[in-house]
């Protein structure tokens, strides 16, 4: 292997550790959007309570259709959407230590073998 198909580990190496905070923030993020979600909608439902939703049902309706609820909804989104790209960049970087990883098993039993 030479050139660009060659595996840089230590390229990869460091991806996984410059990017790591950035995993961190965007998981705390996406945990947060959710169970902030939560309350939101506990407040929504006082907020029609308020308003003369005496069912727990048409409260829930009113906090689901609310815009700031929707507004939440659409952060999660981003959030999750900036978590799963990170994560997944993560599997490659670590899918190409792994190849390396065999690549250089490989060259040692080959050149036991000569």
Not at 8 to 29: G, Q, S, T, V
Request: hydrophobic share 40%; charged share 35%; proline share 1%.
């Amino acid at each position: 292997m030479s050139g660009e198909s060659e595996i840089n580990i230590f390229r990869a190496l460091d991806y996984i550790r410059d990017n790591a905070p950035k995993y961190a923030k965007a998981r705390a993020e996406r945990v947060y959007l959710e169970e902030f979600r939560k309350s939101k909608k506990a407040l929504l439902m006082r907020i029609a309570e308020q308003k003369g939703f005496a069912s727990a049902v048409s409260q829930e309706r009113e906090a689901y259709a609310d815009n700031d609820y929707q507004a939440l909804l659409l952060g999660l989104k981003d959030a999750v959407e900036a978590e799963e790209t990170l994560r997944w960049q993560f599997v490659s970087a670590q899918a190409k230590i792994e190849v390396w990883r065999t690549i250089e098993a490989n060259k040692r039993a080959e050149a036991k073998n000569l």
